[in-house]
């Protein structure tokens, strides 16, 4: 097993080189983690939101980048080099409109040696970059942004996010 690289880095090895982490001697433990995507869109665009979900020549546009979001939660293995292929137990993917902007939030679950970070992440960065796909006809002027960890459990250290 590689020790870790002194900046402590842990996708590096003690030659510098990169390295998939090694978690087979951790434990199996439960491990949940909260992702968040802003999307900043005009009035025009978030005045169709206003009684929900809004229906495009591609489908429903929140439904749709629901399932976008959860599909490449479950793919985040293939698309993060290094980052461990895991197979989740849950992928749960929230959207509200809120007054300027779309809020989505993707939290992830797992008994595992790792943890759901980037999975979470990934998630909430695919359904705003849905959003964003089937909302350019209306304008190109949107914005993703602040995707951000908001908690994760399990592992080693609990991370909570305080607005």
């Known amino acids: 097993m590689a020790e870790s690289n002194p900046q402590g880095l842990s996708h590096i090895d003690k030659n510098n080189d990169p390295a998939m982490v090694d978690v087979s001697d951790k434990s199996i433990t439960k491990r949940s983690a909260t992702a968040r995507s802003k999307v900043q869109v005009s009035d025009e665009i978030l005045a169709l939101f206003k009684d929900g979900d809004i229906q495009s ?15 490449a939660a479950k793919k985040t293995g293939e698309l993060i080099p290094l980052c461990h292929p895991i197979g989740l137990d849950a992928c749960d993917i929230d959207i509200q409109v809120q007054e300027k902007e779309i809020i989505i939030k993707c939290t992830c679950r797992i008994a595992s040696r790792t943890g759901v970070e980037m999975e979470a992440l990934t998630g909430a960065s695919v359904a705003a970059l849905t959003i964003y796909d089937m909302c350019k006809a209306l304008s190109h002027n949107i914005v993703i942004s602040e995707t951000r960890l908001l908690e994760k459990t399990g592992g080693k250290k609990d991370f909570f996010h305080h607005d």
């Open 57 to 71: 020549k591609k489908g429903p546009v929140f439904q749709t980048a629901i399932i976008a979001g959860t599909m």
